[in-house]
């Protein structure tokens, strides 16, 4: 079983939806949550960071936490073409972030 | 706005040559990581550090190597690239008491 799983893309939502993102991950002792956003080429930048169980807002993101059901999502309201991106999910296992393998969101204008 | 830098971003280098990227961050974080990363693949960490004099092996293997002789300063070598060692390296580092990582640019290494 993989650490991080991360819901199978491509994702095309249209400009103004709302963008599911789901994920889940191994070890039940883990604390600490991540999402990061990867543009085609460039290096992965952090958007979201979630502690505790229940939701998170900043801005249009809004990231869940379910420890219990080892889940973290992440929600992106009115949806951009500038959101466009491969969205990765990310766990702190004790030594460092692991992984899920992304989601690929398209925004279709 | 993270301060971590990778040099260089792209290097060709044919096989045999020994290479080594650097990577620096000016943010005083202890904690330090190199990903490596296929294109449209996901990041498996490689090497990781806690502090100065401190590394250990991630969950991919490598044969690259790493140090920590300076907080601010984690250089990967390679003693011997092969065209399998090609792909995207990412560093990265996180203060003490946090796990939000912050990346560097990524130096995009092809061997021939």
């Known amino acids: 079983q993989k650490e991080v799983e991360q819901n199978s893309g491509p994702l095309s939502v249209p400009e103004g939806a709302i963008a599911s993102l789901n994920c889940t991950y191994s070890?039940?002792?883990?604390?600490?949550f991540f999402w990061y956003r990867q543009y085609s080429g460039k290096s992965p930048e952090l958007i979201m960071s979630?502690?505790?169980?229940g939701d998170k807002e900043d801005g249009r993101f809004t990231a869940q936490l379910n420890k219990a059901s080892q889940y973290v999502s992440l929600l992106i309201r009115d949806s951009q073409p500038s959101d466009s991106a491969t969205y990765l999910c990310?766990?702190?296992?004790?030594?460092?972030?692991?992984f899920g393998a992304g989601t690929t969101v398209t925004v279709r204008a | 706005e993270a301060d971590i830098y990778q040099t260089p971003r792209y290097l060709v280098i044919g096989t045999g040559k020994k290479i080594t990227l650097e990577c620096s961050q000016t943010?005083?974080?202890?904690?330090m990581y190199w990903y490596q990363q296929d294109p449209g693949m996901e990041l498996h960490l490689i090497h990781y550090?806690?502090?100065?004099?401190?590394?250990e092996k991630g969950d991919l293997s490598s044969e690259s190597t790493v140090s920590r002789i300076r907080t601010e300063h984690f250089p990967l070598t390679l003693e011997s690239a092969r065209p399998s060692h090609t792909s995207q390296y990412l560093c990265?580092?996180?203060?003490?008491?946090?796990?939000?990582?912050?990346f560097g640019q990524g130096t995009r290494l092809t061997v021939v």
């Open positions: 990265a580092s996180s203060g003490t008491g946090w796990w939000e990582a912050f």
């Open positions: 070890d039940r002792g883990s604390q600490s």
């Open positions: 979630i502690y505790s169980n």
């Open positions: 990310a766990v702190n296992m004790g030594n460092g972030l692991s």
């Open positions: 943010m005083g974080h202890d904690k």
């Open positions: 550090s806690y502090g100065v004099n401190s590394t």
